[in-house]
């Protein structure tokens, strides 16, 4: 797959998807004339990648595109992964937490990920990893309430955890990194984000 071409048109949604807003957001920027669309023959929107990016530069609780890519290439990779994966039904950790802690958990994953947008939109500042601590509390209070042992815990924060890491990883490989440093800096923050959560877990189950 090669680069994602700035002179790609996509619809309003995959726009959405791409700067991690609600539909309606995109709609009424482009009603605003604040960013550029064009409509098809069906009378349907389109929006320019290269725009979407400059949208997403000038704003300042956004992220440049490559970030809410990434992102949202986390959250599918993990709905399809989980979906698919049969050896994770066999998984001990797995097993061992029940359906209504999966379901708890599948929400967190949303919260985690837009608690780690908002961290990296607003410059990483160590006042934000508040959230991520908290984040990683309500991981291991529901862990610790099915039972689950810490190494338990462990294997299923990194086995969600590396979705976000993969993500980046295979970002870096279909589209060529604006600035090496950028890239670099960017990893650092996320593993700061993540490795504050999984502290949380770990004290939690030392405080237990």
């Known amino acids: 797959m090669s680069k ?3 002179s790609e048109w996509v619809s309003l949604r995959h726009a959405a998807e791409l700067l991690g807003v609600h539909p309606a957001t995109v ?12 409509r098809t023959a069906g009378g349907h929107r389109r929006f320019n990648v290269g725009e979407l990016m400059r949208q997403a530069e000038n704003h300042k609780d956004m992220q440049p595109l490559e970030v809410q890519v990434i992102i949202q290439n986390a959250l599918g990779s993990t709905r399809m992964r989980v979906g698919d994966d049969q050896t994770l039904a066999q998984a001990t950790w797995y097993t061992a ?3 209504q802690t999966r379901a708890a958990l599948r929400v967190q994953g949303r ?3 837009e608690g780690l947008r908002k961290y990296l939109a607003q410059g990483a500042p160590d006042s934000l990893l508040s959230e991520a601590i908290r984040l990683g509390k309500n991981y291991a ?3 610790v309430a099915d039972g689950l042992t810490l190494p338990q815990a462990t294997r299923g924060f990194f086995y969600f955890s590396d979705f976000v890491i ?3 990883l295979t970002w870096t490989e279909l589209s060529q990194p604006r600035n090496a440093s950028e890239w670099a ?3 650092r923050e996320v593993n700061t984000f993540i490795n504050a959560m999984l502290l949380s877990v770990i004290e939690y189950y030392e405080e237990e």
Do not use: F, H, Y
Request: zero cysteines; hydrophobic letters at 45%; a positive charge.
């Open 4 to 6: 994602k071409d700035t």
């Open 141 to 143: 209070q529901a862990l």
């Open 111 to 113: 919260a985690v990920l």
């Open 27 to 38: 709609r009424t920027w482009a009603d605003k004339g604040e960013l550029p669309s064009r």
């Open 166 to 168: 993969n993500a980046i």
């Open 185 to 187: 800096k960017l990893l």
């Open 97 to 99: 937490m029940s359906e």
